[in-house]
């Protein structure tokens, strides 16, 4: 089955500096690739998501980059903001409307006032 | 904005009862998700639902889960006999016609 793996698990940086969270992917034909901002005890939230056809797509801070022929899949975040602090999740799945995600193992972001 | 709502929020068993976690998932959503998370690590599948039968189940999923749409707002995931592992947040998701997964709020569940 698919395969996430998320790197750093932890990453501390100044407010308006960039975060960079990394993910690798095992399966070729997954093609639906999200990202979910969790804060403490809240529920995962959407925050930016890129299909295989797409090798880069952005909303307004946060940016998503797609290599499909390396498998991995990166999250951008500009300007970073202490409300930003969250764990971010990558996710993969084969896409269609009834595919499990597969979520990697988390990032811890801490924005340091 | 709809949102995935999920009940109770925390639930207290002990081993080898029976618990039913409920969500009500986006009014015209089609697709329906169960998902857990044990403390501090990552989010895993446990079954997807669609037309009223399952779709996907991981490992996770054995013969101790149920899943049930039992009107046409429910969606209920039944844990027969629960094991101290299953101590988990439970969140349910939904999705209408696009890929894009709408999560609950969870239920906490620890098992004693």
């Known amino acids: 089955g698919e395969n996430v793996e998320q790197h750093p698990s932890t990453l501390s940086v100044q407010e308006g500096d960039s975060a960079v969270i990394k993910c690798t992917y095992s399966?070729?034909?997954?093609?639906?690739f999200p990202w979910y901002k969790q804060e403490l005890g809240k529920r995962p939230q959407l925050i930016i998501d890129i299909r295989s056809n797409v090798g880069e797509k952005k909303d307004q801070r946060i940016a998503v980059t797609l290599n499909k022929t390396a498998k991995h899949f990166s999250l951008h975040i500009t300007e970073t903001q202490p409300e930003d602090s969250a764990v971010y999740f990558c996710?993969?799945?084969?896409?269609?409307?009834?595919?499990?995600?597969?979520f990697g193992s988390g990032t811890q972001l801490t924005v340091l006032p | 904005e709809p949102e995935v709502t999920q009940t109770p929020s925390h639930q207290v068993t002990q081993m080898g009862q029976e618990v039913i976690l409920r969500c009500v998932p986006i009014?015209?959503?089609?697709?329906f998700y169960w998902y857990r998370q044990i403390l501090g690590q990552k989010v895993e599948f446990l079954v997807s639902?669609?037309?009223?039968?399952?779709?996907?189940k991981s490992e996770i999923f054995d013969d101790q889960f149920s899943v049930e749409r039992p009107d046409g707002s429910n969606f209920t995931l039944k844990i027969r006999s629960t094991k101290l592992e299953d101590s988990a947040m439970y969140f349910c998701?939904?999705?209408?016609?696009?890929?894009?997964?709408?999560f609950g709020p969870g239920t906490r569940l620890l098992v004693l």
């Open positions: 009014s015209n959503h089609l697709y």
């Open positions: 998701a939904s999705t209408g016609q696009g890929e894009t997964q709408y």
């Open positions: 996710a993969a799945s084969k896409g269609g409307s009834a595919r499990q995600l597969t």
């Open positions: 399966d070729s034909a997954s093609n639906y």
């Open positions: 639902f669609y037309n009223n039968e399952i779709s996907e």
